[in-house]
């Protein structure tokens, strides 16, 4: 590639293969470049054998220097982390990637000088700090110069213009105004060069505390309830400041706590979320348990699989997360409330926040180019710190929190439960996961837009530095060919439509009747406070203790909340409209193309989310070639070309892994647990006794 | 106009005579079940025909855990429990088949000087009821003693009468003819005690899949020259490989306990060539506290932060999983090993029926369909007498009974996660599944009563009563899959891993009005398919337009898409 230097090599590597623990794999010659870790295999894989979802920069044996997690090294069976100078060589090299794989290299047959240098280089390459202008975007960005500016629908949020058409299509120009008193970055350099803020707000006020304490306009509601939010002042030591921005504070929302804005909700984020800490924390033991050595490990997990995954506390997180977004839209469509969330920097969990509202409330967010200018709008100009929460420069591990994976495990939550309501998949978001690792596209590896554009033309004043610019991760083309880009696409989705309603209320109307033979109506009374009246009196009256416990603790959750959720939850779906996600404990799951993909224990062959999918979409080229026959009219000419998808033909044996089994199973033999059998500890009694008491005495 | 009874009643006697009439019988009954749900305003209960009101009350109140208090009409007919709610929009609709019904009892209540009167009621399919009412009246002190002799017609001398649902379980022999003419295979008998069937030949290696119960062996490693024999007839008659392997779903510890009752397991000295495994599966006890456990953390609701670990503390997936675990084991002996496995636990119609149900459905496409299904449930469960009557307790109310086991149930559990690991493998959805669960409490259908052939045979169910698949089979559409794909040939080997594993919530959490599921994407492929078979048929037309007009093209005919296409199962 280009801009790519190679920095060490070793000879005759083998790479082991995680299946039946056997010392199975290849030999090939392990490289580290200044963009990655890529293990050349000596045989090259037969043509046949070629993946056929492939990503064009990163391939199978690819690890950039950013995806590394942790490097272990194996002395006499003990794994030990690797990290700064290193006194001995280890005989096995295993690494962690932060997409999850795990790759183990063997140096037993590698010459002494060649495993020192390559695992020196690597640990040295991948773990120590960097300085951002060594970055290998920058190496790739000179090299590489991409003149034509490819006219894309994501909308990138870095002109006046697009701030402006977005206020117009929420409608929200009545009341708010895009400033541009921030260009050049002379108010801020966290704020992007234009934001919007409420008209009624002086441009005075706005630059007194370089933009802290002001609210900022994300979106707006049909209603005309809008979504804001601010960075909170830190905590000041001297009485005299923070005097000062409470009083400055009480100014604002002053302001905008009167007509024509709807009454405010103020939510401060830092203190009704976890903190990043906890999701950093939640998150290390979460990924522990995906990061499979071997068989054996996969198995001594699954038997606690459960309680494992429980205390790891991500789910809840996830949970969290999704439930504070419902509250948001209850106050935003239920009450028509403006709500404002408060933030240290309003970088973090508000980007998580707001933007999981907006895919909720908004279906442009649930369409592939409207998510992609979400993230513009909310993240990459909200200044979310990538390069800090991703610790790409590997500078500081305190920094470092998945907040922008925390986001997308949530979409993932809404996509799986709702499938039809999004215009792309799953896999989608796992190569946007993926994404984060790859250091040629500048879109997640900057902290704020100042940084971004004064590293592009601040220093270099010569001629070449004003030349080069950087890839976005949106254009897709640049990691996928075409027949590869469909896996990202919802062949499901159906775009906004114009008049169907009574249909699909009929078609809703009838599942519901298939699925509980004995009926019972679901529909919550509009009624409710009289009937909660009448159990009253019933319990005081008629009732004994027992019966109006239960009624009880069934009525507690009974608040503004749950009375929403409910209610919405009883109507159909409108695939366009408002998406509320199932948040009881069956509602949230594990991300399992994410995080089991690499596992080869856990691959299905003929299963998964693929055979539906191929199905579908075998049904939908089938519809295509019968409509363009009947177009064509004269049917008996029309030769039978069933033109095969590049990639689905044959499903019968694809792995549920699919499109990312890359660790191919090599036998169809079945996987089989290995871990022992737990122990009952309360149920010995039952175990022991018979099924039947038969008496066998008798019959002999 | 037929006069056809259900529920166990007797068919009228010309009925016998003409299989032609009765198939219309039954025909008729399944559209009156389907239209059933859609007499509406009334407050009185629709009622199938042969049923019967025993008592009405009105102004019962029901305690909805989800919605609070409802008042309304309550009707106990010698079928179900009825309770309905008109004043709410849309009428609010309780609709319990007495069959489901585990426990009543009465509630106590302290008084405030009424004789008011609360009625908690167990089903067995994970809810519990609870009425309330006044006792003033004479008709309402009828409720309580109604729902107990109609829920339990056994345990109140019903059964002389005319509600047969299940008789106390009499020592009952095998049925083996019929497994022998169905699948048209050679098979030799041993003993009366250990009796062996032959379920499943592989149709290229021959070896084959054998269930029976545990040999007779003893304390003293007695060796049974019968069993001896038949195994090596097993083995003879598999030639591709010399070996066989029996599979002992229990535990290891807990056949050595039966064998000190004159039970036990093959010593594998001899039988040589022969090699023992046990599946380390619990009984039927466990099996039994755990679902009672489960029940406690999905009803009536949900702590949402310890729901894993909830699911977690009732066991009920890991006993999925090992169940499942055990029958890829017997598959993938017969299907890479080419060896022919035998199968049984204690005495083999539980455990051994889930085993060899489940291997069969990894190995042979055929059971995928919903024909097939119908067959494996006929054949694995109901004739080699699988004890419904005993397990499900029907129509009997000693709620406590250790013969009770959610054996079947579990089975079922399994075939789900089958299917939510291979979502385009199977004909048959998870409505299929779930009514098929729902009648096996509900006693409309003569399907799952009694338990073994011989007693059906006696009791002469097939005649008086109707079989739960034909109102399946009249409306095929319903409980299709519409990912389905024949994945003839193909072995299924779902993964037994915990991380696969999912809790059936549609099933045991379905009570719960927030765990509705969202309309899934069935939906949006069942209207594609039906586009597609529109067009089709379209396209058809105009071929067979063109192909009359011109004449000399006309033997074309063969390459039309239509032949090519696979068939729509949408259209009705």
Known sequence: MRGELLLCEANTVLKCVQEDGSNRGAYGKLICTNFKIAFLGDESASDDNEPEFKNKIIGENDITLHCVDHIYGVYDEKKKSLSGQLKKYPEKLIIYCKDLRVFHFCLRYTKEEEVKRIVSGIVHHSQTPKLLKRLFLFSYAIAAPTNTETQSQTVMFDAIKDWREELERTKGNMKYKVLSANEAYKVSEKLPLYFVVPMSLSEESILQYQGRGIPIWCWSCHNGASLLKMSAFPKEQEDNTSQMHKIFLDGVYKTINKPPYEVLKTDDLSSSLPSLQDIQAAYTRFKQLFLIDNSTDFWDTDVKWFSLLESTNWLEIVRRCLKKAIEVVEYLEGQNTNVLLIEENASDLCCVISSLVQVMMDSHYRTKFGFQSLIQKEWVMGGHCFLDRCNHLRQSDKEEAPVFLLFLDCVWQLVQQYPPAFEFTETYLTVLSDSLYIPIFSTFFFNSPHQKDTNVSGEGHNAQSSHFRFLTVWDWSVQFEPKAQVLLNNPLYVEKPKLDKSQRKTTRFKHQRQLSLPLTQTKSSPKRGFFREETDHFIKNILGKRISKLINSSDELHNNFTEFYDSWHCKPVDFHGLLLPHIEGPGIKVWAQRYLRWIPEAQLLGGGTVATATKILDVIEEVQSLQKKMDEKHSLTVPQSREALPMLRNSARLSSLFPFALLQRHSLKPVLPTSTWKDLEDEDDLAKRDDEFVDLSEVI | ?572
């Open chain 2, 1 to 572: 106009l037929y006069g056809h009874k259900i529920f166990c009643k007797p068919l009228g006697s010309p009925l016998k005579s003409s299989s032609e009439h009765y198939l219309l019988v039954v025909l008729d009954f399944c559209q009156a079940l389907r239209d059933g749900n859609k007499l509406a305003q009334m407050e009185e209960a629709p009622l199938f025909p042969g049923e019967s009101i025993k008592a009405i009350a009105k102004d019962v109140m029901y305690i909805c855990p989800f919605m609070g208090a409802v008042s309304g009409t309550l009707t106990v007919t010698d079928f179900k429990m009825y309770f309905k709610n008109v004043e709410r929009d849309p009428h609010f609709v309780l609709d319990v088949p007495l069959g489901v019904i585990s426990r009543v009892e009465k509630i106590g209540v302290q008084s405030h000087g009424d004789n008011s009167c609360g009625i908690e009621i167990v089903c067995k399919d994970m809810r519990n009821l609870r009425l309330a009412y006044k006792q003033e009246e004479q008709s309402r002190l009828e409720i309580f003693e109604n729902l107990v002799t109609q829920a339990f017609p056994l345990s109140n001398g019903l059964v002389s009468t005319e509600m047969r649902r299940g008789l106390p379980a009499s020592v009952c022999r095998l049925l083996e003819s019929w497994l022998i003419s169905h699948l048209n295979l050679r098979h030799s008998q041993t003993g009366e005690d250990s009796c062996s069937v032959l379920s499943w030949i592989h149709p290229e290696s021959q070896a084959t899949i054998t269930r029976c119960s545990q040999p007779l062996v003893g304390p003293n490693d007695k060796r049974c020259k019968e069993d001896e024999k038949y195994l090596q007839t097993i083995m003879d008659a598999n030639a591709q490989s010399h070996k066989l392997i029996i599979f002992d779903a229990r535990q290891n510890s807990v056949a050595d306990t039966n064998k000190a009752k004159g039970g036990g397991y093959e010593n594998e000295s001899a039988y040589p060539n022969a090699e023992l495994v046990f599946l380390e599966i619990h009984n039927i006890h466990v099996m039994r506290e755990s679902l009672r456990k489960l029940k406690e953390i999905v009803y009536p609701s949900i702590d949402e932060a310890r729901w894993l670990s909830n699911v977690d503390s009732t066991h009920w997936l890991e006993y999925i999983r090992m169940l499942l675990a055990g029958a890829v084991r017997i598959a993938d002996k017969i299907e890479s090993g080419k060896t022919s496995v035998v199968v049984h636990c204690s005495d083999g119609w539980d455990r051994t029926a889930q085993l060899t149900s489940l291997a069969m459905l990894m190995l042979d496409s055929y059971y995928r369909t919903i024909k097939g299904f119908e067959a494996l449930i006929e054949k694995e469960w109901i004739s080699f007498g699988h004890r419904f009557a005993m397990r499900v307790g029907h129509g009997d109310d000693d709620h406590a009974d250790a013969d009770r086991s959610p054996i079947f149930l579990q089975f079922l559990d399994c075939v789900w996660q089958m299917t939510k690991q291979f979502p385009a493998a199977f004909e048959f959805n998870e409505l299929f599944l779930i009514t098929i669960l729902d009648h096996l409490y509900s006693c409309l259908f003569g399907t799952f009563l009694y338990n073994c052939e011989q007693e059906r045979l006696k009791e002469e169910i097939s005649t008086k009563t109707v079989s739960l698949w034909s109102y399946i089979n009249s409306q095929l559409d319903e409980f299709a899959n519409p990912f389905y794909v024949n994945y003839e040939n193909h072995v299924l080997y779902p993964v037994a891993s915990l991380n696969h594993l999912e809790l059936w919530v549609n099933y045991y959490v379905r009570w719960n009005p927030r765990m509705r599921p969202q309309m899934p994407i069935h939906q949006n492929l069942k209207e594609l398919l039906a586009i597609r078979a529109e067009l089709q048929k379209k396209v058809e037309d105009l071929q067979h337009e063109a192909a009359t007009r011109s004449i000399s093209s006309s033997s074309d005919r063969g390459s039309s898409p239509s032949h090519s296409a696979t068939p729509v199962r949408t259209s009705v």
